[in-house]
């Protein structure tokens, strides 16, 4: 089950890094910045794209979506160049720790040289 488990995970992150490799840009860059339980994701003008994404969906699509998921979602819509990504310090419980750590190398893996890691808040 394990084996099978990774097997369709893997499976899951070469297709979307196909679709990152085959698909055009709609974005140059998106600055994400992940806090222990929300995200902020900015452009280049500092537009919500998390508000203008959320907009143009009904209410009840987004109602139970878990915030890493909705992170996959936007960034997999706009495709962008770059993303700088900037990890608010704070206080994590193991739990949360692990998740924002799979959730990084989950987008590392399907981004690859397209994730920033920065040290200073841009946005």
């Known amino acids: 089950q394990d084996y099978r488990n990774e097997q369709e ?17 709609i974005l140059d860059d998106v600055y994400l ?7 902020t994701m900015m452009d280049f003008w500092g537009n919500d794209l998390q508000q203008i994404y959320l907009e143009a969906l009904p209410k009840e699509e987004y109602m139970d ?7 996959l979602s936007i960034l997999m819509t706009l495709l962008p160049k770059s993303i ?7 206080e994590l419980s193991v739990e949360e720790q692990k998740q924002q750590e799979k959730l990084i190398d989950l987008l590392q893996q399907i981004f690859t040289d397209r994730i920033l890691i ?3 808040k841009k946005f």
């Open 9 to 25: 995970r893997a499976d899951f992150i070469a297709l979307l890094q196909f679709c990152v490799a085959v698909q055009p840009c």
């Open 33 to 39: 910045t992940l806090y222990a339980d929300r995200f």
């Open 65 to 71: 979506v878990q915030m890493h998921d909705l992170i």
């Open 84 to 90: 700088h990504l900037f990890i608010a310090p704070m």
């Open 118 to 120: 920065e040290h200073e």
